[in-house]
């Protein structure tokens, strides 16, 4: 055990280009997935807020409902969407770095909108109002009252890409673990540990688990100086 | 008495509170400025549902509200009775209704809160905070400034402080001022007018 912990280090450490470039194709969809997740789901997350309270509920309900779906369920609806029969077929998109994209975004934006829209029902109606009464504009308003709740953005951002940087079935079922196009960290340890390779499957587990550790560490910095 | 026509403001027949439900039915009012219109009256006599029915931000349960000005910069503002203190600078505060540098550092100035530009809003005491929230309404420069309750919690030199601030935009007619206050107001040289809700 230790000896191939010891030989995952090494193929760290010793920059397999491999490894890095599988790295690099999570990054690039994770972060694709889930910036576009928090351009939709803030105004989403506003509007849902602004527009009264038993709206803003069944919006609350839907968002924890979808954060809930399994990813698997994500996955293979996606994969009957886009396979050559489906109606997005002609897009030609399966087993590409999009598709992978398109799943982890259906992951990260109900994440985002349920922990904004959370933080911004919990402001007091007079923050809304000082903004109205004060003769702020629309778009203003909705910087504003976002500017409020920062640290739910920051969160909700954070927490998507947890989520989307280490989910395994709508990757795979999507993506396809097409080498040097659409295989990722998540779905080469799946492989390597079928094939029994441990040292590689350990080593891109142990860059995952630094992922994930930087982040929430990162998002915990970010929120507790606020 | 004639009134500048932007801010006319008059009630008819009006009936205020929440959700449908009535709390106050109001005499007709025409409002002008050179007073101070003291809303008064025991806790749920429809106070602060007047005072928002007549800035805007409520619509009136029956009856009408005539008033010729919209939010904010030479509109209605309404000043809450636990004013909101946004994240950011008092100066952040100030700017809330976008008016140049100058005007925030002279309102500032007025309002005692030069040495303050710099704080972080939220941290200010209960005066200060009720301070800026006068001084940022102000700075907006509106026609007409509905406050609730503003002496609430205050020590007596907070009040006179504040007292000494709606003096200043009273005598410039500048703007239309109604307050909500349990207790008497009083302001040398200025008339109130009472408007008791029962």
Same mark, same amino acid.
């Given at each position: 055990m230790l000896a191939e912990v010891g030989r995952a280090l090494a193929l760290i450490v010793r920059g397999d280009v491999e490894v890095w470039q599988i790295a690099g194709v999570s990054f690039t969809v994770s972060l694709t997935a889930v910036f576009t997740a928090v351009i939709l789901g803030l105004p989403m997350a506003y509007v849902l807020a602004a527009s009264g309270a038993r709206r803003a509920r069944v919006g609350m309900w839907l968002a924890h409902s979808l954060a809930a779906l399994p990813t698997v369920v994500i996955g293979l609806t996606l994969y009957m969407l886009l396979?050559?029969? *489906? %109606?997005? +077929?002609? #897009? !030609?998109?399966?087993? @590409?770095r999009t598709a992978m994209a398109a799943a982890q975004f259906v992951l990260a934006l109900p994440l985002v909108v349920a922990v904004v829209l959370g933080a911004l029902r919990g402001l007091p109606p007079s923050a809304g109002e000082a903004l109205v009464t004060h003769g702020v504009t629309r778009a203003r308003h909705m910087g504003w009252l976002l500017w409020e709740v920062k640290s739910a953005v920051v969160s909700g951002t954070f927490l998507a890409f947890s989520r989307a940087f280490t989910e395994l079935g709508a990757a795979l079922i999507? +993506? +396809?673990?097409? !080498? *040097? #196009? @659409? !295989?990722t960290l998540t779905t080469y340890i799946a492989l390597e540990y079928d094939r029994g390779d441990d040292a590689r499957a350990i080593a891109l587990g142990l860059i995952l688990l630094a992922v994930a550790l930087v982040t929430n560490s990162v998002m915990h910095v970010l929120v507790s100086e606020r | 008495m004639t009134d500048r026509p932007d801010r006319v403001t008059r009630t008819r027949h009006l009936t205020v509170g929440y959700s449908g439900r009535a709390a106050a039915t109001i005499p007709d009012l025409d409002l002008i400025g050179g007073v101070v219109w003291h809303v008064t009256g025991p806790n749920g006599s429809g106070k602060t549902a007047l005072l928002k029915t007549l800035a805007g931000l409520l619509p009136p349960i029956a009856g009408e509200v005539e008033r010729r000005c919209g939010f904010g910069t030479a509109g209605a503002i309404y000043i809450h009775s636990v004013p909101y203190m946004f994240a950011g600078s008092v100066r952040r505060n100030l700017a809330l209704a976008q008016p140049e540098d100058d005007e925030v550092r002279a309102v500032a100035e007025v309002f005692g809160l030069s040495a303050l530009? *710099? !704080? /972080? #809003? @939220? @941290?200010?005491s209960h005066g200060e905070q009720r301070r800026l929230a006068l001084a940022r309404a102000v700075v907006a420069r509106p026609s007409l400034l509905f406050i609730d /309750? %503003? /002496? +609430? *919690?205050?020590?007596d030199e907070a009040i006179q402080a504040w007292r000494a601030c709606a003096l200043r935009a009273v005598h410039a007619r500048e703007p239309v001022l109604m307050v909500a206050a349990h207790r008497p107001i009083a302001f040398e040289a200025i008339p109130v007018r009472e408007i008791r809700l029962s």
């Open positions: 396979s050559a029969s *489906g %109606p997005l +077929g002609w #897009a !030609r998109l399966l087993y @590409t999507v +993506g +396809g673990n097409i !080498r *040097g #196009a @659409t !295989r | 530009l *710099g !704080r /972080e #809003a @939220t @941290t200010l /309750e %503003p /002496e +609430g *919690g205050l020590d």
